[in-house]
T-cell receptor, first 116, second 111 residues
């Protein structure tokens, strides 16, 4: 099956500009995650969707970050305005959902953001 | 709250040496446990997993056993290769689908 698709792979923007990342999860996966991974650290969950509803966005900086998954399939993560500390890899992941058969989450290759 | 702790790196080993990367967790209920690997410039790949106590996950010569009594999921490999050089992340998935990662352990294997 096709994996989690993300775009763009790389983006360089100036601070205070905006950027958007797109993610298409594995077909049939109900749960979609956005993670932020700063160099040298583990991934930090920004937001988790179950179908088109938000399950957890407690660590999303809502003054500048927004995310949507309108039709319960693909998702967009937006940053506006960007700050230098937003330089990171933004990882999208998906899983089938609850239950032992759906436990594995699969990651895309990430979108690498550099804010200058 | 739920959390994952890993041994600090970086870890440097000679080829064919034995590898252990310690991982312990704190979680309510019965989480699933995972090891992910990240090669330079790439995303995270699932290495192995275990979904209940005493399960052993294995893949590519790596093994880890879900120890509920010690809340641990240590990663082991009997003989590492240069190609195993990467960052290894221990993670847990709670019953409500939240996935939490440890900080990662960087492994360098030298010929």
């Amino acid at each position: 099956e096709a994996g989690v698709a993300q775009s763009p792979r790389y983006k360089i923007i100036e601070k205070r500009q905006s950027v958007a990342f797109w993610c298409n999860p594995i077909s049939g996966h109900a749960t979609l995650y956005w993670y932020q991974q700063i160099l040298g650290q583990g991934p930090k969950l920004l937001i988790q969707f179950q179908n088109n509803g938000v399950v957890d966005d407690s660590q999303l900086p809502k003054d500048r970050f927004s995310a949507e998954r309108l039709k319960g399939v693909d998702s967009t993560l937006k940053i506006q305005p960007a700050k230098l500390e937003d330089s990171a890899v933004y990882l999208c992941a998906s899983s089938r959902g609850r239950g032992s058969s759906g436990n594995t989450i699969y990651f895309g290759e990430g979108s690498w953001l550099t804010v200058v | 709250g739920d959390s994952v702790t890993q041994m600090e790196g970086p870890v440097t080993l000679s080829e064919e040496a034995f590898l252990t990367i310690n991982c312990t967790y704190t979680a309510t209920g019965y989480p699933s446990l995972f090891w992910y690997v990240q090669y330079p410039g790439e995303g995270l790949q699932l290495l192995l997993k275990a979904t209940k106590a005493d399960d052993k996950g294995s893949n590519k010569g790596f093994e880890a056993t879900y120890r509920k009594e010690t809340t641990s999921f240590h990663l082991e490999k009997g003989s590492v290769q240069v190609s195993d050089s990467a960052v290894y992340f221990c993670a847990l998935k709670t019953s409500y689908d939240k996935v939490i990662f440890g900080p990662g352990t960087s492994l360098s294997v030298i010929p």
